[in-house]
């Protein structure tokens, strides 16, 4: 294992069950190339870390407000008093003015109750393999592992690389989650250490994928015809966003890429849109342009499961 290899990470979840097969541990890299609207974890896009605010954790500026005292850009302010459950009693609690905010984290350092923290933590490659083989009993009894994902973690490559390696030397099962947003001889490099590729489609027009993830298609495309070339198992995951990318001409485009691929696919995933991450854009001070968009219903979902099958299968819904 190379000792000191330090990775931008911000979250590890463990008992995952729809990351690749089995029960997993999931470590989600920060920094992404893509800015897609409907993104579920805005606090992975950005290569540095940023100021998260959990307004419910603030005690106050009575009971704490030392971070008043160390922002040096006045972006940090004493709301009016609003009353307090909790305190039964009217309470100052911090207002953040993203304007003013430059993400230098001080006040994260001194912030009692956690109420202000950075979006991630860098680690260690050894801590990240420590917390991974703690799950190990979960891996053997159901057939998991680790899965790598981000943010996009070909944007992370040494450390991928290593993680992936470190997982090998353990005998853990491992798959990659990627939007295929890289360097052919980036992804390549991953080819000997992943037994699963988890491939995100987002969009078959490539203007319309540039109108909404903020970048062309072409290389993704391109990279996932490479990777079924080259053996890799590949399982896409396709979101299913509401008038983005649901039309019925991308979806029979859609089945038609992966059906062309042959027998690297493995799976085909569908993933309904989902609101479950739109409190997360609050913490961060981020408008969600697409926070009144509802759900496709179980039915539409199956609908578009039976337009696909007739170009792949398996096709589950998650």
Not at 134 to 151: E, M
Not at 240 to 264: C, K, M, Q, R, Y
Not at 266 to 295: A, I, M, R, T, V
Not at 301 to 307: A, G
């Given at each position: ?21 089995g ?14 609207l ?19 954790k ?78 190990r ?99 896409f ?15 029979h ?56 099958e ?9």
């Amino acid at each position: 294992m190379s000792q000191g290899i330090i990775g931008r990470i911000y979250d590890i979840q463990g008992f995952s069950v729809h990351d690749g097969p089995g029960i997993r541990t999931s470590v989600f890299l920060s920094g992404c190339p893509l800015s897609c609207l409907w993104c579920h974890n805005p606090e992975s896009i950005s290569f540095h870390y940023v100021l998260s605010y959990t307004s419910v954790k603030c005690i106050g500026i009575e009971k704490c407000g030392l971070c008043l005292s160390v922002c040096k850009h006045n972006a940090l302010k004493a709301s009016k008093p609003n009353y307090s459950p909790l305190d039964k009693r009217d309470v100052a609690i911090i207002e953040v003015d993203r304007e003013k905010c430059t993400d230098c984290l001080d006040c994260t350092q001194v912030c009692k109750p956690k109420a202000l923290i950075p979006s991630g933590h860098d680690m260690k490659l050894e801590d990240v393999m420590g917390r991974i083989l703690k799950d190990r009993a979960y891996f053997n009894n159901s057939g998991g592992g680790l899965t790598i994902s981000g943010g996009e973690a070909l944007s992370q490559i040494d450390f991928t690389i290593e993680l992936l390696k470190a997982a090998k030397k353990e005998h853990i099962h491992t798959c990659l989650d990627t939007t295929g947003f890289a360097s052919w001889k980036t992804l390549e490099r991953t080819l000997p250490y992943v037994d699963l590729y988890l491939y995100d489609l987002k969009h078959m027009d490539t203007n319309q994928h540039k109108k909404y993830t903020g970048i062309f298609n072409e290389r993704i495309l391109e990279n996932a015809r490479k990777l079924a070339n080259a053996g890799g198992k590949i399982q896409f995951r396709f979101p299913i966003i509401p008038g983005v990318n649901d039309s019925e001409e991308n979806l029979h485009a859609t089945g038609e890429f992966i059906g062309e691929l042959g027998p690297s696919v493995q799976l085909l995933q569908l993933l309904p849109y989902h609101q479950l991450g739109l409190f997360k854009y609050d913490k961060l001070g981020k408008e969600n342009k697409l926070k009144n968009l509802k759900s496709p219903s179980d039915e539409v979902m199956e609908e578009y499961k039976r337009l696909l099958e007739t170009y792949f299968t398996p096709i589950q819904i998650h």
